[in-house]
Nanobody
Framework: QVQLVESGGGSVQAGGSLRLSCKASGYTNDRCMGWFRQAPETERKGVAA???????????YYADSVKGRATISWDSAKKVVFLQMDNLEPEDTSIYYC??????????????????WGQGTQVTVSS
């Protein structure tokens, strides 16, 4: 079992930055940890993911929409997954969810492959 609690959302102007945090508890070794987002009346989509573990190292995955603007990282001592988002755009406005897989690699990021979810944190980017 993995429990996930997000924080760090908020409102920012276009061009600004935010860092989202996801505190994980439970067994987190050799898992894919990721971030999804969902805007109103749209599907939940993968944003970025990182594989945490010794077997495959810390492989990362990014959606095309955030490549070059997002950085995902893992603090093993604190069991926190960070998502640094820079040069934010109004299109980034969504609820951001932290998620983890029970097993398997990160890519492709499909919602149905992730087993554990946080409650979500709102990110609003104004123009």
């Amino acid at each position: 079992q993995v429990q996930l609690v997000e924080s760090g959302g908020g409102s920012v102007q276009a061009g600004g930055s935010l860092r989202l945090s996801c505190k994980a508890s439970g067994y987190t070794n050799d898992r894919c940890m990721g971030w999804f987002r969902q805007a109103p009346e749209t599907e939940r989509k993968g944003v970025a993911a990182i594989y945490v573990g010794a077997i495959h190292g810390e492989d990362t995955y990014y959606a095309d929409s955030v490549k070059g603007r997002a950085t995902i990282s893992w603090d093993s001592a604190k069991k926190v997954v960070f998502l640094q988002m820079d040069n934010l755009e109004p299109e980034d406005t969504s609820i951001y969810y932290c998620a983890a897989r029970a097993y398997g690699l990160c890519a492709p990021m499909r919602e149905e492959d992730f087993d554990y979810w946080g409650q979500g944190t709102q990110v609003t980017v104004s123009s």
